[in-house]
């Protein structure tokens, strides 16, 4: 029963580098999301897909990019990492649409230089 | 656009006792959820507790209870015989019916247990 897996679990990056982190869920969620959690600023979401094919911007999708072409997979790319990108990432899955919670990944600690 | 707020940075409660954590809202939507999530040192974010809006009855989960004021737009989570494994962040979040763009969460709450 893995739920939501991340990979890495942390990551340093140079300015200018670029990665992807990726996430997987087996529990045959349609619904994904990236966020990424600033100290003292909770957490804002990045991008979401509501199934296979669609993908939308959250609240600060600048500077990422993600893609979903099955149900289980939503990586998020990082393009020119900057300072500014220095975060924790969760990937997170519902079933559906508001009255569900999300399972949450563990987190992927990103740290730019 | 949707924002909620968690006054309290940070609040310490002896344990076995009770403590309240607060959580306002900013919505004009009538129909949608709150939740509570708890995000322990290792850093997985967990569900607590979630409360539909169009149902007056205040959710309970075990020790866990909230307070749901619908009018103003209050949310706030009652942790009763609180316990050293209680020791978190706690977030606040909404999400408006037929949202598929997610939760918006608040800025959390550190709660510290006393022994």
């Known amino acids: 029963n893995a739920g939501v897996t991340q990979t890495p679990k942390f990551r340093i990056l140079k300015i200018g580098q670029s990665m992807t982190l990726q996430c997987a869920q087996d529990?045959?969620?349609?619904?994904m999301y990236w966020y990424r959690q600033d100290p003292g600023m909770g957490l804002k979401l990045i991008y979401y897909?509501?199934?296979?094919?669609?993908?939308d911007k959250g609240e600060v999708p600048n500077g990422y990019n993600v893609s979903r072409s099955t149900t289980e997979d939503f990586p998020l790319r990082l393009e020119l990492a900057a300072p500014s990108q220095t975060s924790v990432y969760f990937c997170?899955?519902?079933?559906?649409?508001?009255?569900?919670?999300?399972?949450f990944g563990s987190g992927t600690r990103l740290t730019v230089v | 656009a949707q924002t909620v707020t968690q006054s309290q940075p940070e609040m310490s409660v002896q344990e076995a006792e009770t403590v309240t954590l607060s959580c306002t809202y900013d919505?004009?939507?009538?129909?949608?959820?709150l939740f509570w999530y708890k995000q322990p040192p290792s850093r997985q974010m967990i569900l607590v507790i979630r409360q539909e809006a169009y149902k007056q009855q205040n959710a309970t989960e075990n020790r866990f209870s909230v307070n749901f004021q619908k009018a103003a737009k209050s949310f706030s989570l009652k942790i009763s015989d609180s316990q050293l494994g209680d020791a978190a962040m706690y977030f606040c979040a909404y999400r408006r019916r037929g949202g598929a763009d997610g939760l918006t969460f608040g800025k959390g709450t550190h709660l510290i247990i006393q022994p």
């Open positions: 529990m045959n969620h349609n619904y």
């Open positions: 897909s509501v199934g296979a094919g669609i993908t």
């Open positions: 919505t004009s939507e009538s129909d949608y959820y």
């Open positions: 997170a899955s519902s079933p559906g649409g508001a009255g569900y919670g999300y399972t």
